[in-house]
């Protein structure tokens, strides 16, 4: 079936360095989404991606959405400490409604 | 906009008895809404979706019966968990979406400790 590999698992920097992880998968995507979980609350969207090569920016954050559809990145450019949470990539499954989930990347930021 | 709630944020049983949580889309219609179950430091896992009027699909492996699903109009989808154990204990969040749109809004979650 359709997964996505999601990594690093785990980041600690330092506040203010430049962030990025990434998803990757062996089927082939058609939508992108990027969403953060903080502590004890639900998955926030952050960006939705629906073109191969697309680039799009939501503030420090950037994604982009791999021209293979096999992949896409997020990168977070001069982190703050409420940046600190889990970042999830998902995508649609073909044919079905719902979507699947990488196993997320913590961020942890020491000030 | 794309605002789902939940209800109630954290709730505590004593294990045999029922409880019930909300989903509710405060500024859209949602055709279709999505339970998941997260354990700590684990994904979201994926139990049932349910489309309005009708009922609801499980993931292999959810119990229908212990898991009831109602998603009867297009604001508010509801779970509960009859017969709870300890072993229910767990965050469930739900999630919700409008038309063909795939991107799914989240609640805040609904953590449950059954004693």
């Known amino acids: 079936g359709q997964q996505l590999n999601q990594s690093p698992q785990s980041m600690f920097i330092q506040e203010g360095e430049d962030v990025s992880m990434n998803c990757t998968s062996s089927?082939?995507?058609?939508?992108w989404l990027w969403y953060k979980q903080d502590p004890g609350e639900g998955p926030v969207l952050l960006i939705a991606?629906?073109?191969?090569?697309e680039l799009t920016s939501n503030g420090r954050l950037t994604a982009q959405f791999g021209i293979t559809r096999k992949d896409s990145f997020l990168n977070i450019s001069a982190s703050i400490p409420s940046d600190v949470g889990i970042y999830f990539c998902?995508?649609?499954?073909?044919?079905?409604?719902?979507?699947?989930f990488g196993q997320g990347t913590r961020l942890t930021i020491n000030p | 906009g794309a605002v789902v709630s939940q209800h109630p944020s954290w709730v505590i049983c004593k294990s045999g008895t029922s409880v019930k949580i909300e989903c509710r889309s405060l500024?859209?219609?949602?055709?279709?809404m999505f339970w998941y179950r997260q354990f700590p430091k684990q994904s979201l896992m994926l139990m049932a979706t349910?489309?309005?009027?009708?009922?609801?699909?499980?993931e292999q492996g959810v119990e229908k019966d212990k898991f009831l699903i109602n998603h009867a109009s297009l604001t508010l989808s509801t779970l509960t968990v009859t017969s709870a154990h300890p072993e229910d204990s767990s965050f469930y969040i739900c999630?919700?979406?409008?038309?063909?749109?795939?991107?799914?809004?989240f609640g805040p979650g609904t953590r449950l400790l059954v004693l």
């Open positions: 999630s919700a979406r409008t038309g063909q749109q795939e991107t799914q809004y």
């Open positions: 089927s082939i995507f058609n939508t």
């Open positions: 991606l629906y073109k191969a090569g």
């Open positions: 998902a995508g649609p499954i073909q044919g079905a409604q719902k979507l699947v």
């Open positions: 500024d859209f219609q949602a055709t279709t």
């Open positions: 349910s489309n309005e009027g009708s009922k609801a699909t499980y």
